[in-house]
């Protein structure tokens, strides 16, 4: 849990960063050299790369994986409760409710997708497409877990009359 909410604030902060801008060049010093043209100075600005669509090639196929591991950790941990296994993110009472656990895991793509697109608003391009491979990584290393998780077996309790 503490882990979620170190993550969230992560990405709130993250996203309401400002993007940094370089200094602007100082003015050109005045002509010493009585009429004669100096060489031209090469300014001290960067090159921005060129901003893409949000919609883009790249973002889909980040936007898919992250839909897919969600998908993946929703079966999981579907196949863990049914082996008597606890869950321990949720209650058992919202993974057990099938309908409302799919709203959930459907609403953790779609915050993984708002905050791609805070970062791209802002022109964090580089964290807009690291959420998605981390989110990918984190659900998918979870669903990994799940299947991994040895099968709960309760002890059967014989009398003898």
Do not use: C
């Amino acid at each position: 849990m503490k882990r979620t909410i170190g993550f969230l604030t992560f990405l709130i902060l993250a996203s309401t960063a400002k993007p940094l801008s370089a200094q602007e060049p100082s003015p050109a010093p005045a002509d010493v050299n009585r009429g004669q043209t100096a060489p031209p100075q090469s300014s001290n600005t960067t090159v921005l790369p060129i901003e893409h669509r949000f919609g883009d090639k790249e973002n889909d196929l980040l936007f898919a994986g992250v839909a897919a591991a969600r998908t993946l950790d929703y079966f999981s941990t579907l196949n863990m409760r049914r082996r008597g296994r606890q869950e321990i993110f949720l209650t058992n009472d919202a993974v057990d409710n099938h309908a409302g656990f799919a709203f959930i895991e459907a609403g953790a793509t779609g915050v993984s997708i708002g905050a791609s697109y805070l970062f791209h608003r802002y022109a964090h391009h580089k964290l807009e497409r690291w959420t998605s491979i981390v989110h990918i990584g984190l659900a998918t290393t979870g669903a990994v877990r799940n299947y991994s998780l040895q099968t709960a077996h309760r002890g059967i309790v014989v009398t003898q009359p």
